[in-house]
């Protein structure tokens, strides 16, 4: 996980990097697939859901990216359904690291026994890395589908009620104009 420091002077310094990185910088790591932590210097606290939110505040500020009822939606909520799932998803990834890691040995295992070739061992990995990000595929669309349920029960329209309303909106339009043009 990268480790970033901020100084209280406002600036962040990547600690494996050993240079300083601005908030934009922090969100390239983030996008990227970067594990970031971001502590205080002065206190030492683990400040990494304030920053995050700082660039989800930049982000909205420059296109508006999330819709409103999004945010209203986890405002009201507050973070307890998302750490439950933060935490839910860690565990999960926990363990099925572990399990790669004690398959991944196990094959180092039989080629050095002799009793598969190296690439035997080779084919092996591979299909387990295969296995593996289908798992992830499939995890990631039972995620999905578990936040627009979730979305649904607090009342957060979803993609198909706005491009409804769009469609309604649309027809609207259409009928002022030509009411407007009379």
Do not use: C
């Not at 359904?81 to 363990?95: D, K, Q």
């Not at 004690?102 to 092996?124: N, P, V, Y």
């Not at 909106?169 to 104009?177: F, G, P, S, V, W």
Request: proline letters at 1%; zero cysteines.
């Amino acid at each position: 996980m990268r480790q970033i420091k901020k100084y209280a002077n406002r600036k962040f310094y990547d600690t494996e990097k050993k240079r300083y990185v601005s908030l934009s910088g922090i969100a390239s790591l983030v996008r990227a697939g970067e594990d970031v932590q971001v502590l205080d210097k002065q206190s030492g606290d683990d400040i990494t859901g304030l920053i995050l939110s700082q660039i989800l505040r930049e982000q909205e500020r420059e296109g508006g990216l999330i819709p409103h009822t999004l945010l209203t939606a986890l405002v009201r909520r507050g973070t307890g359904g998302l750490e439950h799932l933060r935490g839910s998803l860690h565990s999960s990834l926990e363990a099925l690291r572990t399990l790669e890691d004690d398959l991944d040995q196990r094959i180092d295992t039989l080629a050095d026994r002799g009793e598969i070739s190296l690439a035997q061992a080779q084919e092996l990995r591979e299909e387990m890395v295969a296995r593996s990000r289908q798992r992830q595929a499939d995890g990631e669309e039972r995620i999905l589908q578990e936040i627009e349920n979730s979305l649904a029960r607090l009342g957060v329209p979803g993609k198909q009620d706005v491009e409804a309303l769009n469609r309604r909106l649309a027809e609207i339009e259409t009928k002022l104009d030509s009411l407007l043009s009379t």
